[in-house]
C-alpha cells in the first residue's frame, strides 16, 4: 500500500524540460497566440498543460520547448538561463534549451 502511495507520487515529479511543446496561434490565451504566430521571437507561456514544467517558450525564433525559470546556469543543466524581458533584464529568465542557442 505503502509503495503504491510513493509510486503515484513519483508520477507528479516528471521533469520534461527541454521536451517540445505545441504552440497554437487559434488558441483562446492571447499570450499563446502571440508567442506562437511571431517570428524570431523569444517568449514564454506559463501556466501551459502540456509541460510538467508548466512553461512552454521559444527562444529567439526557435521551435517551442517546455521550460521552467532559473537564476543562474546551474539551474538548467545542459541549457542556459537567459533573459527573457529584455526591457526589464533579470525579470524574467528561463532555461533555454541547447537546441535553441
Do not use: H, K, W
Amino acid at each position: 500500500m505503502v509503495f503504491g502511495a510513493l509510486a503515484l507520487g513519483m508520477v507528479g515529479c516528471a521533469n520534461d524540460l527541454y521536451v517540445p511543446c505545441q504552440l497554437d496561434p487559434a488558441s483562446t490565451s492571447r499570450e499563446q497566440q502571440e508567442c506562437a504566430s511571431q517570428e524570431g521571437v523569444t517568449c514564454s507561456v506559463s501556466n501551459f498543460s502540456q509541460c510538467d514544467t508548466r512553461v512552454c517558450a521559444r527562444y529567439e525564433g526557435s521551435d517551442a520547448f517546455c521550460t521552467q525559470a532559473c537564476a543562474t546556469d546551474a539551474d538548467c543543466g545542459e541549457g542556459r538561463c537567459e533573459d527573457f524581458n529584455i526591457i526589464q533584464p533579470g525579470t524574467s529568465r528561463y532555461c533555454v534549451a541547447p537546441s535553441a542557442l
